[in-house]
C-alpha cells in the first residue's frame, strides 16, 4: 500500500492553457474524490467517483473543468483555458468500500496560473 | 447543507502541554461521521482521528481525543503532551452518507508547538 499518489506535484502555467492532473488511489478503493484548497481555507468538494460512475459534482465545477475516472482505478482533472483564479492545490482522496466514510488524501497538485 | 466552523485560526503550546482546537458543526442528518486532520507544512493531509456520531464514547488515539458533544455540535480535539511534530494545520471535518460522504471542512487552525 504506498498511499494516494498525484502527479504533477507543481504546475506553472500561462492563462488560457489546458492542464491536467492524475490521481492514482489506494489499491481496491473504489471512491474517489477531488478537492481543491486555496491558501488559508479548507479544501472545498469538487467531485466524485464510485469506480468509473461520476456521481456528484460541484457547483464549483465550472464548464472548463473537467473529470474522468475511465476504468475505476487512476483519476484525471483537466482544467481548459485557465484562469489567474484557478490556482491553488487540487487534493485528490479515496475510500475503500467498507469505510467508505472515511478519506485518505494525496499530497496534491500544486496549480500556479500567470 | 452542512457546515463546520473552526474559531481559532491560530494557537500555541508549550511543548510537552495540552492544547484543545475546538470545532463546531450544523447538520440535520442524524448518521454521520467527524475527523480531525493534521497538515503539516509538507501539505499532506493526515488522519488523526475520527468519530462516529452514533458512538456516544468519545474516540482517542494515543495522544489525541476528541470531546463529542452531539447536542451541542460541537468536536474538540484535545492533544496531550505536545510535541513539535504536532505543529501543523488541523482541519475539522463532516461526512454523512446522504451526500455521498464528500467532506466539509473548517478554515483549520494553524496550531505551532513552542520548544
Known amino acids: 500500500d504506498t498511499g494516494v499518489s498525484q502527479n504533477p506535484r507543481h504546475k506553472i502555467t500561462k492563462r488560457g492553457q489546458n492542464v491536467t492532473f492524475r490521481c492514482d488511489p489506494i489499491s481496491e478503493h473504489n471512491r474517489l474524490y477531488w478537492y481543491r484548497q486555496t491558501l488559508g481555507q479548507g479544501p472545498e468538494f469538487l467531485t466524485y467517483f464510485q469506480n468509473e460512475a461520476q456521481l456528484e459534482k460541484s457547483r464549483l465545477l465550472s464548464d472548463r473543468f473537467s473529470a474522468e475516472r475511465p476504468k475505476g482505478s487512476f483519476s484525471t482533472l483537466e482544467i481548459q483555458r485557465t484562469e489567474q483564479g484557478d490556482s491553488a492545490m487540487y487534493l485528490c482522496a479515496s475510500s475503500s468500500p467498507t469505510s467508505p466514510d472515511t478519506q485518505y488524501f494525496g499530497p496534491g497538485t500544486r496549480l500556479t496560473v500567470l | 447543507a452542512q457546515t463546520v466552523t473552526q474559531s481559532q485560526p491560530e494557537m500555541s503550546v508549550q511543548e510537552a502541554e495540552t492544547v484543545t482546537l475546538s470545532c463546531t458543526y450544523d447538520t440535520s442528518e442524524s448518521n454521520y461521521y467527524l475527523f480531525w486532520y493534521k497538515q503539516p507544512p509538507s501539505r499532506q493531509m493526515i488522519l488523526v482521528i475520527r468519530?462516529?456520531?452514533?458512538?456516544?464514547q468519545n474516540a482517542t488515539e494515543n495522544r489525541f481525543s476528541v470531546n463529542f458533544q452531539k447536542a451541542a455540535k460541537s468536536f474538540s480535539l484535545k492533544i496531550s503532551d505536545s510535541q513539535l511534530g504536532d505543529t501543523a494545520m488541523y482541519f475539522c471535518a463532516f461526512s454523512g452518507p446522504n451526500t455521498g460522504n464528500q467532506f466539509y471542512f473548517g478554515t483549520g487552525t494553524s496550531l505551532t508547538v513552542i520548544p
Open positions: 468519530q462516529e456520531a452514533y458512538k456516544q
